[in-house]
């Protein structure tokens, strides 16, 4: 098998919705007594966890993809540069302009990254200080 051939198969294989660490998060919050609603389409976006009553969503960004400045996030391709460039660029720029139309609706958002995760309980207090 070629390398761009790996490539593309592993790239098909990366899923955009119930991650693991989007799982995770909607496990522990759900534990804590929150209640949810997942990738509402009528909403810009389509927000990862949605808090209806409380006018509130969450996103979780994988940091390749959404362009987070942190060690994954920066790493850049080395092959086809320019593509990846403009496809992380044009994503940011997406992102940027849902959480505007959400904010505009009069919803607040939580942008949660992929890295942090890591840090799993600062994580979820984040999330419980935002609920509140």
Not at 61 to 75: M, N, S, T, Y
Request: with cysteine; hydrophobic share 35%.
């Amino acid at each position: 098998m070629h390398v761009s051939e790996l490539r593309s198969r592993t790239m098909r294989a990366v899923k955009s919705i119930n991650t693991r660490p989007e799982v995770k998060l909607r496990k522990a919050l759900h534990r804590l007594g929150y209640r949810y609603r997942l990738h509402r389409k009528n909403l810009p976006g389509k927000p990862d966890i949605v808090f209806p009553g409380r006018k509130k969503v969450i996103f979780l960004h994988g940091c390749f993809w959404h362009g987070h400045d942190c060690a994954r996030g920066a790493r850049t391709p080395k092959t086809n540069t320019a593509y990846w460039r403009a496809k992380i660029s044009s994503n940011r720029q997406r992102d940027d302009a849902h959480l505007q139309a959400l904010h505009e609706l009069g919803w607040e958002t939580l942008v949660i990254w992929e890295c942090e995760i890591k840090r799993f309980p600062e994580v979820i207090q984040c999330c419980i200080w935002f609920l509140e």
